[in-house]
């Protein structure tokens, strides 16, 4: 069974611009979430998204915004690139959002910003 | 709101040694917890889990107990090995309310194992 599948693995951007981060999720797994991680911060929440509707929001700048498609497969999009956005982007799918079952996780995006 | 406090690392061990990471979190009503691995350039693989008070999770010689009496969950393993140097995460679920379905981790514990 493949795993969840990120896309692409490394990204090297600019202050400015914007990037597009993809997730395709385990398959039958419906639920996808994004986290952000970096040295200083660790490991935090940005949204989870089911049925293509966001489902749950963390702390972050309306820069940060994502979707998912109906086949559960989830983009992320970050506008207006700051030097502070660089961090290893993960996504984690389940199999749905009202579960107390594990999120799995990719490898991530490591997203650079010079 | 909910968090997960983990003992400070870097942790270094000889082959063979036991271990101990602590962890211990804040939380209302009954969370899902869990331990993840990270190895280098990697994401988090799920180490174990336990979804209500007394649950002891266990996997690749690796335990945790879920104490609701004393908030913690702290992973243990008899004997290390090289391989097992990696970052590990304490993490917890809400399992209702608005949080619900976000993970909250722990900052982290690096662990290097000498052969």
């Known amino acids: 069974k493949a795993g969840v599948t990120q896309t692409p693995r490394y990204l090297i951007k600019t202050r400015g611009q914007q990037v597009t981060l993809s997730c395709s999720p385990i398959s039958g797994h419906r639920s996808v979430s994004w986290y952000q991680q970096t040295p200083g911060q660790g490991l935090q929440f940005l949204f989870e998204y089911f049925s293509e509707t966001q489902r749950n929001k963390g702390n972050f700048p309306g820069r940060f915004s994502g979707r998912q498609f109906s086949n559960s497969r989830s983009e992320m999009n970050v506008s207006t690139l700051e030097l502070g956005d660089s961090a290893l982007y993960l996504c984690?799918?389940?199999?749905?959002?009202?579960?107390?079952?594990?999120?799995?996780f990719g490898d991530g995006t490591r997203l650079s910003i010079l | 709101g909910n968090s997960v406090t983990q003992m400070e690392g870097p942790v270094t061990l000889s082959e063979e040694a036991f271990l101990t990471i602590n962890c211990t979190y804040t939380?209302?009503?009954?969370?899902?917890l869990f331990w993840y691995v990270q190895y280098p350039g990697e994401g988090l693989q799920l180490l174990l889990k336990a979804t209500k008070a007394d649950d002891k999770g266990s996997n690749k010689g690796f335990e945790a107990t879920y104490r609701k009496e004393t908030t913690s969950f702290h992973l243990e393993k008899g004997s290390v090995q090289v391989s097992d140097s990696a970052v590990y995460f304490c993490a917890l679920l809400r399992t209702s309310g608005t949080s619900y379905g976000k993970l909250t981790f722990g900052q982290g514990t690096i662990l290097t194992v000498h052969p």
């Open positions: 939380a209302t009503g009954y969370p899902s």
């Open positions: 984690a799918t389940r199999v749905g959002p009202y579960s107390n079952q594990p999120q799995h």
